[in-house]
Nanobody, 126 residues
């Protein structure tokens, strides 16, 4: 069974840091591009980062310079290091797998695109 399980969310003060993890199972991890997508309260889905199979990364302008995506292909895990967090980063963060491998720098933001984890809540508040 293909599965993505996020962890690492929580409550953090503005300016703080969190590191999200997404453990993958049930497929050949190295063959797939992975994404981080978030949904803020009352808003739609927003692309955050793309991590290619090679580890090359791309970021939304809203997080560029503050967030760093990475992956450990030996451990089938993708990460999102979030620094200098702002209240507007408050959201549920989802790990997403490309449906067939890779090639989309920004994923289609629909629930039927690829495989989604259950999400992890990040709250930035003082």
């Amino acid at each position: 069974e293909v599965q993505l399980v996020e962890s690492g969310g929580g409550l953090v003060q503005p300016g703080g840091s969190l590191r999200l993890s997404c453990a993958a199972s049930g497929f050949t991890f190295i063959n797939y591009w992975m994404y981080w997508v978030r949904r803020a309260p009352g808003k739609g889905l927003e692309w955050v980062s793309t991590i290619r199979s090679t580890g090359t990364t791309y970021y939304a302008d809203s997080v560029k310079g503050r967030f760093t995506g990475s992956r450990d292909n030996a451990k089938n895990t993708v990460f999102l290091q979030m620094n200098s967090l702002k209240p507007e980063d408050t959201a549920v963060y989802y790990c997403v797998r490309h449906p067939s491998g890779g090639g989309l720098f920004v994923p289609r933001l629909e629930p039927d695109f690829g495989v989604w984890g259950q999400g992890t809540q990040v709250t930035v508040s003082s």
